[in-house]
């Protein structure tokens, strides 16, 4: 995730500092000047003495030789009013510098809203890598369930749901068949997501557990362990970023993803629990340093659907039917995750 509410914010403030000193002494400026340094139209109608100035959807109006400027939904901002001058509108310089320090918060508003614009499913395992297996019977109640299968066909069945949902956002799946991705190569994929500065990316990595105890079973959700420290800052992309502020934002990035993996970790277990509840154990949430989750620079998970190395579940995780309900409770957790976090007002990094 490369997203950076921080970032938007320093160099909103960056801008309305360096607005602020090209200021120096009051003068006068042509409105139309000042408009196309902003990249903003500006309208104005004689007749009634009013204009407005529009920067994308902000808008700005104002009226002749009165000292109020209407900005956003009515919200009053103080200024030396705007005058014609014959052949020009003049805009003193404190008037400005209040609408470029507005325009300036609402990029900061603008970037502090959580898109998630990519998601990345990746199916654990395949091709020669077949994970855990569970072997159980013989004659025609002989049963084989190898992990790679499991999570191949709960992954590919939550790819296309959410790219059904979802056609607007990128949706990625590190295998579509019986092949071998190495680790790094999942996690590439991952980070070699272009992301805009408040857009993000998930991770969701399906497995299917084993344990030496037969008896054991049950779904689990594991995120990164919170003690674990991460440089998630990328040294390169940071490069023009003051060096002691990066441990700081470095810091507060860590933060941010650790609560946003436990979050989307606990959104998917509840997922799960809603439909496979009833004949699978609810082993809950589980905090460790999976290779997969710790290089991948944004919120992850792994999502563990069952034990096949219990009979029972085993026979399970070889029904279809049981396989699309793990995958409905997977897409379930990342609709739900998504949707709270592109909704809610504001961001968790303020
Ligand atoms: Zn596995």
Partial sequence: MRRSPLAALLLAFMAASAAWAQGGGEQWLDIKEVAARWKASVAYDPLTGTGHVLRGTDLVRFKLDYPV?????????????????????????????????????????????????????DPGHGGRDPGAIGEFGSGKD???????????????????????????KRIIITRRGDTFPTLD?????????????????????????????????????????????????????????????????????EEE?????????????????????????????????????????????????????NEEEARRLSDPGHLRKLGDGIYNGIVEFVDYFEHRKGSSAQ
């Fill in 69 to 121: 400027f209407s900005v956003g939904q009515g919200t009053a901002l103080r200024a030396t009013a705007i005058k014609d001058e014959g052949i020009r509108l003049g805009i003193r310089s404190d008037a400005v510098r209040a609408i470029e320090s507005w325009f300036a918060e609402r990029d900061a508003e603008r970037a502090s809203h959580f898109s998630v614009a990519a998601i990345l499913i």
């Fill in 142 to 168: 002989r049963l084989r369930v190898a992990e790679k299968d499991v999570a191949l066909a709960i992954g590919r069945d939550v790819y296309d749901r959410l790219v059904e949902r979802w056609p607007d």
């Fill in 185 to 253: 190569e999942r996690v590439e994929m991952a980070n070699d997501v272009q992301l805009g500065i408040n857009e993000a990316i998930i991770y969701v990595s399906i497995h299917a557990n084993a344990s030496f105890n037969k008896s054991a079973s049950g779904f689990e959700v594991w995120y990164l362990n919170p003690e674990y420290r991460r440089t998630v800052v990328d040294p390169m992309k940071a490069q023009g970023v003051d060096e002691h502020v990066l441990p700081i934002l470095n810091a507060m990035l």
């Fill in 257 to 309: 993803y650790t609560t946003e993996s436990v979050f989307l970790a606990k959104t998917i277990l509840g997922g799960l629990a809603g439909v496979v509840g009833e004949v699978s154990a609810n082993r809950g949430l589980r905090a460790e340093e999976w290779f997969v989750v710790r290089n991948a620079k944004m919120p992850s998970v792994l999502v563990e659907v069952g034990f096949v190395t």
